[in-house]
């Protein structure tokens, strides 16, 4: 079980730091991720890190601006924000793969997700 937190109302340009709490413990030997949806879009790939945190993946609109990272002996993966821009305004979701340590940026390859937590960036 995956619970997100940290959303809330920020204006552009200040930073937020998502949390993602994992119950179980595999969580330190699978890969999870970061998605977000905005109302009438698809849901899309933001970051992802693998189990051990060694290798890190971003799609092209948080590249240099976010940053992932992971405590396993927390059972926690991380999203920091910075620079947030009125784009960045959206539904963002954390997940965790099945038995799978690698990351990946394809939703479909991630079994567990949290109930998500809303981030709005006001300009």
């Known amino acids: 079980q995956l619970q997100a937190s940290g959303g809330g109302l920020v204006q552009a340009g200040t930073s937020l730091t998502l949390s993602c709490a994992a119950s179980?413990?595999?969580?330190?030997?699978?890969?999870a991720g970061w998605f977000r949806q905005d109302p009438g879009k698809e849901r899309e790939f933001v970051a992802c890190?693998?189990?051990?945190?060694?290798?890190?993946d971003y799609s092209d609109p948080v590249k240099g601006r976010f940053i992932i990272s992971r405590d396993n002996a927390k059972n926690t993966v991380y999203l920091r924000m910075n620079s947030l821009k009125p784009e960045d305004t959206a539904v963002y979701y954390c997940?965790?793969?099945?038995?799978?340590?690698?990351?990946?940026?394809?939703?479909?390859?991630?079994?567990?997700w949290g109930q998500g937590t809303q981030v709005t960036v006001s300009s």
């Open positions: 997940a965790a793969r099945f038995y799978r340590g690698s990351c990946s940026a394809y939703d479909y390859d991630y079994r567990y």
């Open positions: 890190i693998s189990a051990r945190g060694d290798t890190k």
């Open positions: 179980g413990r595999t969580f330190s030997s699978v890969a």
